[in-house]
């Protein structure tokens, strides 16, 4: 048996989905943003509608963060000066950080733009930043909701 395997047999980690019904019902999502005002923004919404949201600024600190806190999905800005939102996803991947949690990509760019990303990455979905939170959660929920189905 693989350690990953074993892992995952024993207690809910990293990209375990059903790990969001384990601590209550509502997911603890990584929100990876250079920018503390985005970082502010949606972490308030996600806490509004219930999930544990956990901000991080510095793309170079995710690793750590993911062992500690073993989010149940990311949203990871696309476009950060310091490392893409698709290089953080690609190194995660690479080493079993994320597994099988729902990644949702979410920038200012065009949708089309952030689609593409998300199909190249093997991301889940992908949400504009919009200056309307209910929206921006409800955009969430699905792409988790849609990823639970799978």
């Known amino acids: 048996m693989s350690m990953t395997g074993a892992s995952k047999a024993n207690s809910p980690g ?11 019902g509502k997911a603890t999502i990584l929100i990876i943003d250079d920018s503390k005002t985005s970082l502010a923004f949606v972490s308030k919404a996600l ?28 949203l990871v800005d696309l476009f950060m000066p310091s490392l893409s939102g698709e290089k953080v996803v690609e190194f995660l991947r690479e080493r079993h950080l994320i597994d099988a949690a729902p990644v949702i990509f979410y920038s200012d760019q065009p949708q089309a733009e952030l689609e593409a990303a998300a199909r190249r990455c093997g991301a889940n979905g992908a949400v504009r930043k919009s200056a309307d939170p209910e929206e921006l959660v409800r955009s969430i929920e699905a792409v988790l909701a849609a990823a639970k189905r799978v």
């Not at 990293?14 to 209550?24: C, E, K, L, W, Y």
């Not at 999930?51 to 990311?74: I, L, Q, S, T, Y």
């Open 14 to 24: 990293p990209g375990d989905v059903s790990s969001a019904t384990h601590r209550g």
């Open 47 to 74: 806490r509004q509608a219930g999930h544990n949201p956990v901000p991080v600024d510095n793309p170079f600190a995710v690793p750590g963060v993911v062992m500690r806190e073993k989010p149940d999905a990311f």
